[in-house]
Nanobody
């Protein structure tokens, strides 16, 4: 059974930073990818970034390119998302999700971690 655990959210001032973690278990080998998404109150879920555990490939949405950085640690089966600098509009629940490299859709989701950017 594939399981994901997202952590690292919190309250931060505008211009500050956070590092989110997504720990993954249940995949055999490294032929999978982890994506980060967020959903703000009253808005649709937004895809932010993804990381391929197989080859380290990355992708960023235009809305976060240059501010957020995704990375992965195969030994720890963990993917990180560094958020910096944060803006008030980054306030949302952040989710990580996993899919096999051959799959188009993210089939496995973590529980989400809340990021609040405010003075």
């Amino acid at each position: 059974e594939v399981q994901l655990q997202a952590s690292g959210g919190g309250l931060v001032q505008p211009g500050g930073s956070l590092k989110l973690s997504c720990s993954v278990s249940g995949f055999t080998g490294d032929d999978y990818a982890i994506g980060w998404f967020r959903q703000a109150s009253g808005r649709e879920r937004e895809g932010l970034s993804c990381f391929s555990m197989r080859d380290g490939g990355t992708f960023y949405a235009n809305s976060v390119m240059g501010r957020f950085t995704i990375s992965g640690d195969k030994a720890k089966n963990t993917v990180y998302l560094q958020l910096n600098p944060l803006k008030a509009e980054d306030t949302a629940v952040y989710y990580c999700a996993a899919k096999s490299s051959a799959s188009r859709n993210y089939n496995f989701w973590g529980q989400g971690t809340l990021v609040t950017v405010s003075n």
